[in-house]
């Protein structure tokens, strides 16, 4: 089931938008946070609940979202959003995704963590082939102004929050061109991939913990 969502998803982005790649890389960025969405709404239910508090997960996946949030804003300022076709499907789809990950996560959190897994993996893949085809032309051109504050100057806690392979400060993109933009997005995607598998662990219940977390306590 998990491969055939990630198989769809794929299809939309690789089909449809083949030959469009700010739209596309716009539809795969909406679609992509929401998992982190779903996360979330689970863990703060649990806590409601009373069942459980998670303050380290609950700020990574906060951190994980807020990271594609400004990969989208990029997407955006480079007007990958134009097209009224574009944002009903990426919203439509974003929408349906957002539910279906946020049952699967209800009863099995693994899976749900495999699921997002497999689509930064699909992310990195798809923007490093983007960076090998579109090297002189990415370079020629600047940084976009979201980037530039997000990256480079701007207030970096939630953007060290998510990497758990990563001690916080340990790496700052540079950020010059547009193809400093695209690889700096492209190793965020792997990124979260290791932060997924992370997730996965047998133990990570008991001893998953944020960067920063790690970090006070060393």
Wanted: glycine content about 2%; hydrophobic content about 45%; aromatic content about 16%.
């Amino acid at each position: 089931m998990i491969r055939l969502l990630v198989a769809i998803l794929a299809f939309v982005i690789n089909v449809l938008y083949r030959n469009r790649p700010y739209p596309r890389f716009y539809v795969l960025e909406t679609v992509a946070r929401v998992p982190y969405f779903s996360y979330l709404s689970v863990l703060h239910l649990y806590e409601t609940l009373g069942w459980w508090r998670k303050a380290d997960w609950l700020k990574v996946h906060f951190a994980e979202s807020w990271n594609e949030l400004h990969h989208l804003l990029i997407m955006e300022e480079l007007g990958g959003d134009k097209a009224w076709f574009d944002r009903f499907l990426s919203r439509h789809a974003a929408l349906v995704y957002y539910w279906i990950i946020t049952f699967i996560y209800l009863v099995h959190p693994r899976a749900a963590y495999h699921f997002m897994e497999l689509v930064e993996q699909h992310a990195y893949k798809s923007y490093d082939a983007f960076l090998n085809s579109h090297e002189a032309e990415l370079k020629a051109q600047p940084a976009t102004d979201v980037a530039i504050r997000y990256y480079r100057d701007g207030d970096l806690y939630m953007f060290d929050e998510f990497q758990t392979a990563h001690v916080p400060a340990e790496r700052r993109p540079q950020m010059n061109t547009l193809y400093d933009v695209f690889v700096a997005i492209r190793d965020d995607e792997m990124e979260h991939v290791k932060t997924m598998q992370a997730c996965q662990k047998p133990e990570a219940s008991e001893t998953f913990k944020s960067p920063h977390t790690v970090a006070q306590a060393s």
